[in-house]
């Protein structure tokens, strides 16, 4: 079946944009998760869905990223007034139950100018 | 504050040789250790994973060993092979209160096995 998928894989963005990235889970899970990953590190944890509600975010690292996941699938996360800082690749995941395997796609990497 | 550390940085095996990457984390409410495995442009995918009722699982070529009195957890692969090249991370989630089982990953290890 498919896999978690993510959109678009790659965003140029100039400094002050504002930016999309979205996150189809695989279907039927309940839990949404979005991580930042800076090149050469590990991912960290920016937000959590568990269904359409937020119940985690505290990762997020300003007033600039909001996320959303409105009918409880597909997630958004916009960045507002993108940063050089906000660089870095996107990374969505999905488990079936809370606290089950996290199923990661394959990122979306935003490089701002 | 880094709540899971890794070590080494990056790591050179040959053929057939045993990689073992390490890990320490400080916090006692994670409860859930899994190992995760990175190529190039794609995203982390699951290895293996222990739960700290246990000091070792292994799965084929590979072995967590957790040791919870100090902490720390290691990953080995046994007869590495060239295609085992990549970046690893250790990761560390805690009881799930609201937290949803976020996890906290480490640094990561580049791995490069030599044919």
């Known amino acids: 079946g498919a896999g978690v998928s993510q959109s678009p894989r790659y965003k140029v963005a100039k400094r002050g944009q504002d930016v999309a990235l979205r996150c189809d889970p695989i279907s039927g899970h309940v839990s949404l998760f979005w991580y930042q990953q800076a090149l050469g590190q590990g991912p960290e944890f920016l937000t959590y869905f568990q269904n359409e509600a937020q119940l985690d975010k505290s990762g997020l690292p300003s007033d600039r990223f909001f996320a959303e996941r409105p009918e409880g699938s597909v997630s958004t996360l916009k960045i507002q007034r993108t940063q050089q800082e906000d660089s870095a690749v996107y990374l969505c995941?999905?488990?079936?139950?809370?606290?089950?395997?996290?199923?990661f796609g394959p990122g979306t990497r935003l490089t701002v100018l | 504050q880094q709540q899971v550390k890794q070590s080494p940085q990056s790591l050179i095996v040959q053929k057939g040789g045993i990689s073992i990457i390490n890990c320490a984390y400080e916090?006692?409410?994670?409860?859930?250790f899994p190992w995760y495995q990175q190529f190039p442009g794609k995203g982390p995918a699951l290895l293996i994973a222990i739960r700290p009722d246990v000091s070792e699982k292994k799965e084929g070529r590979f072995t967590i060993s957790f040791n919870k009195s100090a902490k720390q957890f290691s990953l080995h692969i046994m007869d590495s092979q060239p295609g085992d090249s990549a970046t690893y991370f250790c990761a560390a989630s805690p009881r799930p209160y609201n937290q949803g089982g976020k996890l906290i990953f480490g640094q990561g290890t580049e791995l490069s096995v030599k044919p």
């Open positions: 995941a999905s488990s079936l139950v809370t606290q089950g395997e996290q199923f």
């Open positions: 916090n006692t409410a994670f409860d859930y």
